[in-house]
């Protein structure tokens, strides 16, 4: 094969995804490669290791040089590629095997100039769709710029794709640029392309990064508005681009400038520079509608006081409210007025209070149904860990999902002693048919008379040899990579439990992605943080040292409730990383009417705060206290009668106010909703408790 590609990869301070990333280049099914390393003056070894390649593979060829920033690492490669093609990979990120020759197939038989992969973001592919195509100039200069509803398959990254040589010759990236100089040389390149072929089959593993210093407001950010400047003088001629274009640089900067009050970032100069482009925006007449809209959810949500917003946030609004114009102010004012009244103070027209004694509140819901009963306290056995991980699958009549799910267990990579444990909580359909094929050495039947979901996961529990333990709904999956991402951290340190984040799903439409803050908590500070995160027994492995003193309260619905109150207290070091490991399954069909069994959901709050020790009730505890017996009190008990949530009302004031109480410490409210549903359940007002409740979820 006489063509060669030539993938140029920006090296800094990656020593822990560095061999992943390289790996994945040479065991291209395309072997004519030229892999260039350009080591951005690391610190931490990664221009060792990327030595070490080089002497292994004379595909590999090295540079050095001092720190520059990740544009001038790959004008170094650019400079020294001598392939037909380029290409250009991320130290953190890796490529299917196939990538370089599917990319390279569709630029030969479709005498294309720039072909592109569909991505993985953290393992989850954006397309779930396979499709091939070509696109014009200025399609693929829409979906680059994010201007079009379709999906990011292009993105305004350049490493999910392969050059011709020819089209980048005497081009290259713009040093001086902190955000945005890849968007800007991908346009310039589609400019010289005359055919761009593309497919959505997902072939670059892109990692999300930690973005936290992107989200700090600085000077940099500017490079943002610059790039679009250019691509402005780029697409000059163009008037429907053009002014696509500017209408998102405005939007980008307002969005500055938002950041900004937020931030309390007063840096003059950046908010001149910036307000030159709000005062010409095409968008002026959407001002009082969308723009209000974002004031109101950037700032006023997270405020909650005008002190805040006229205060001294007073010289943003000056600046993005008429173009910097002071007299539109007091015109804009009354709008904003209104919406900061929405969230609380527009309760007050649905208050309404009412006298329910506790005994009356019980005796109602008790006669319509009761499920107040003491729990067994769990088996505690010594056992032997002989495993690194335990699969707890509890099973109930799921035959229509159970293949999928084991497929997606028994698939994963998992270079370690583990075992799976199929408990069949006396199914009736053909999941014991199903379970008992996949019966191996590491997968093990259990099967017991029907008890329910919380009596399947204890059996597990009791069963279980492993250091770990994960569980997986019968008519879920996992993603690929689940159970290694999730097992990976604790090899190196000793956490309680590690959460990734899930997705839902119908049929093969993707619903809703978690984006929960990755980070790793210890105490102190984990009694105060580890609430925002998920109580669902799922997504997650828990150590047997924090199940060996816990079981699932059997018999009741949200069982897993559980989790917030006994799990997560008695937590000590907790860790949730940024990889999707779970597809929840969503059913649209499922009955939603309202039963009386949801009852339980305040019952079994009830009994978890009766079992948890005194010197558990926390701050946090207490808002997790009363966001079980408002928000989700609301969200379960959908559709019954206004007679038993008045009941419910009255009881939930007895427990919460015996759970404060017991709060040995300063309360703080985590969110302001918060401490207004407290102060509805005070003053017995019923009516701003239900409509608090709904608004907040």
Known sequence: MSEKIS????????????????ESILNQSFKNLEIILVDDGSTDGSGKICDRYAKKDDRVIVFHKENGGVS??????????????????????WIEATMYEELYDMMEKGFANLSISGIYVNNWPEYTEEKKGRL?????????????????????????KLFQKEILNGLYLDETLYIGEDMLFLIQAIQRSKRINYTTKSLYHYIQRNTSAIHTISRKHLSDIISHEEVLKILKGNSELTELVTRRMCNNCINLLLNCAEQKIWDKKMILYLQKYVKKSPIYSYRQGTLLKKIYERLICLSYTSYFVFGNARNILTTIIGGGKREKIEQCKIYIQELLKYRYLFSKFYSEKITVSTEEAYKTLAEFYNHKKEMAQPEVTEKKETKQLSIIIPIYNCDSYLDECLKSILTQYMPFLYEVLLIDDGSTDNSKEIAQKYESENVHYIYQENQGAASARN???????????????????????????LIKPVMDNDYDIVVGQYYTFEKNQVLYRSNYRSQSLRQPEIKTAIYQYPGFPAMKIISSRLLKNFQFPEGYLYEDTAIWFHMYSQCNSFLCIPELVYGYRYHST???????KKLDTFWIVEYLLQQLPKEKFTSQLYMITIYQLSIMLNLRLKGADMEILKAVFGASKKLLKETKENVQEEICYSHRGYYLIEQAFENNDFGQWLYLSKIYH
């Open 7 to 22: 993938v140029i990869v920006p090296v800094y301070n990656v020593r822990k995804e560095i061999e992943n990333c390289i």
């Open 72 to 93: 001038s690492a790959r004008n170094v490669g650019l400079k020294a590629a001598t392939g037909n093609y380029i290409g250009f990979v991320d130290s953190d990120d």
């Open 136 to 160: 014009s100039q200025e399609r693929a200069i829409k979906l680059c710029l994010g201007l079009t509803e379709e999906k990011p398959c292009l993105m305004s990254g350049i490493c999910n």
């Open 459 to 485: 059996l597990g529990i009791r069963q279980a040899l492993g250091r770990y333990v994960m569980f997986v709904d019968a008519d879920d999956r996992l993603s690929d990579y689940a159970v290694w991402n």
């Open 590 to 596: 499922r009955n939603t009417k309202f039963d009386k």
